[in-house]
């Protein structure tokens, strides 16, 4: 079950939802344990989605990271506002071909229309496996 902050809006807790249930976040088995915009946390299988080596493909970690950094940047913006990613970086530091990978996703600047948060990647043995880091771009949401 995930938890969210006490104050949260419903409005923004349902967008959230929505977003939770993206396709390529269920697709890869996303399970989200805490959002709040200073810290999340998600765990993801490393089965289904390995490269051809057998490994956790590279591209897994960032979708992880970028699925937590852009939720917890959304809780931050609030009600009536979006967060875009304008830019993502990854540096893989370990491999890991089975079990499951927790990404913890910390706040590094909470600004008004600037959001950066760094995503660590664990094994199942709390060993580094990757940092990401994502800033997002603050916005009014289109209006219907």
Do not use: W
């Not at 200073?38 to 080596?53: K, T």
């Amino acid at each position: 079950m995930t938890t969210f902050p006490d104050d949260l809006d419903p409005e923004l807790i349902a967008r959230l939802i929505d977003t939770r249930g993206g396709q390529l976040v269920q697709r890869m088995g996303i399970e989200f344990q805490k959002l709040t915009a200073e810290e999340s946390i998600a765990m993801m299988p490393v089965e289904g989605n390995r490269q051809v080596i057998g490994l956790l493909h590279g591209g897994a970690h960032v979708v992880l990271g970028e699925s937590l950094g852009s939720l917890s940047s959304a809780i931050h913006a609030g009600p009536g506002r979006i967060a875009v990613g304008i830019e993502i970086n990854a540096t893989h530091s370990r491999s890991v071909s089975e079990g499951v990978v927790t990404g913890t996703c910390h706040a590094l600047v909470l600004g008004r229309t600037l959001c950066t948060h760094e995503i660590v990647m664990t094994d199942e043995q709390g060993r580094r496996l990757s940092t990401v880091r994502m800033t997002n771009y603050l916005k009014d949401a289109p209006r219907d």
